[in-house]
């Protein structure tokens, strides 16, 4: 598996505990800063979707 490289919101700033989100050629990892190990695995299409539902307020309570 090729290393990770974990990026943040950049309204996280050196906050510790923000989301994490790593993107390789077909799989994005998810995790937060708070627990690193505990780590997501999503496809292209899964993330895709997930981004359009939060955009889409799908989530909202």
């Not at 989301?19 to 708070?34: F, G, K, M, Q």
Request: glycine share 4%; hydrophobic share 40%.
């Amino acid at each position: 598996m090729e290393p990770l490289v974990w990026t943040r919101p950049s309204a996280c700033a050196d906050s510790t505990n923000c989301p994490e989100v790593a993107i390789t050629n077909d799989t994005v990892y998810v995790r937060s800063s708070l627990q690193p190990l505990s780590i997501a695995q999503l496809t292209i299409k899964e993330w895709r979707d997930l981004v359009a539902g939060i955009q889409n307020g799908e989530f909202n309570t």
